[in-house]
């Protein structure tokens, strides 16, 4: 009789601990489960960390708290964009790359200023990915005065005051589908301050800036930069510090 009652406080223990076990791996599982339930977590947290400085602090602490959001969230708007069109694959003296060298400054600009970006894709992508092809599209594209279509919607210009414009040189000039940009936002381009930046591989900005002016000629053209592609691959250090030093010049 003592035996079963023993083996029954046995049994009896054993399930409580095991129920509990249970317990905890279901409570586990819950806080893992999807975004929802993290969000949730991550409010109740926060609240309990709120009342927290609520009771600790000031209510001077806790406007400042606030206006520190205000302002983050003020620095996310800019009137600054750049443009930009810019090509990966097989590049004159960079071999096959990821990250355009256009592509690069252009992020450079962005960071420094806070800028929005927009990058002009070619509707079918018919670019090809080798650099000899590549060559020879754009100069027929050229010699035809072609208009290559972009994909997507341009951001409404109405919200920008200034806009840089970058592209690789392409023949001694834009590529032919930044024309297309500049013809089909005229508009919208009329009354904003443009600035153009090239890359490039010795021709430095190859009149990129009259040639906005001529395109767009509602519009101020400031000073230009232009940035040697392969030093946008291989020596971002001095690209960024002349980026940072042409900014400077122009006050922005
Ligand atoms: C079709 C084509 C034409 C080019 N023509 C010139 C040129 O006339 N002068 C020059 O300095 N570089 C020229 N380049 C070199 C590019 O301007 C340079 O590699 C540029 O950094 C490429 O930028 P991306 O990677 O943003 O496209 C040419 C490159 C291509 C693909």
Redesign the pocket.
């Known amino acids: 009789m003592g035996i079963r009652k023993s083996i029954s406080a046995l049994v009896l223990i054993s399930a409580i601990v095991l129920g509990c076990a249970g317990c905890s791996a279901k409570e586990t599982k819950q806080s893992n489960s999807p975004t929802k339930s993290t969000e949730n977590s991550t409010t109740e947290l926060k609240r309990e960390s709120e009342s927290v400085t609520v009771s600790d602090s000031t209510s001077a602490d806790v406007s400042e708290s606030e206006s520190d959001t205000v302002a983050s969230e003020e620095k996310k708007t800019s009137d600054i964009l750049v443009v930009y069109?810019?090509?990966?694959g097989e590049?004159?003296?960079?071999g096959v790359?990821d990250k355009?060298?256009?592509?690069i400054v252009a992020e450079f600009i962005a960071d420094r200023t806070g800028a929005d970006l927009w990058e002009v894709l070619p509707v079918d992508d018919h670019y090809p990915m080798t650099?000899s092809e590549?060559?020879d599209v754009?100069?027929k594209e050229q010699k035809d005065d072609a208009r290559p279509q972009y994909k997507g919607e341009v951001p409404d210009l109405s919200s920008y005051s200034t806009i840089f414009i970058g592209?690789?040189?392409?023949?001694?000039d834009w590529p032919m589908i930044m024309y297309t940009f500049f013809e089909n936002n005229l508009d919208g381009l009329a009354g904003k301050t443009l600035i153009p930046f090239?890359?490039?591989?010795?021709?430095g900005l190859?009149g990129f800036d009259k040639k906005l002016s001529k395109a767009c000629p509602d519009a101020t053209v400031k000073d230009g930069l232009a940035i040697?592609?392969q030093d946008?691959q291989n020596s971002q250090d001095s690209v960024k510090e002349k980026v940072e030093e042409w900014l400077s010049e122009l006050g922005i």
């Open positions: 069109f810019s090509r990966t590049q004159y003296n960079v790359i355009g060298n256009t592509a650099y590549l060559t754009a100069k592209a690789p040189v392409w023949w001694g090239s890359t490039h591989e010795g021709s190859s040697k592609g946008a």
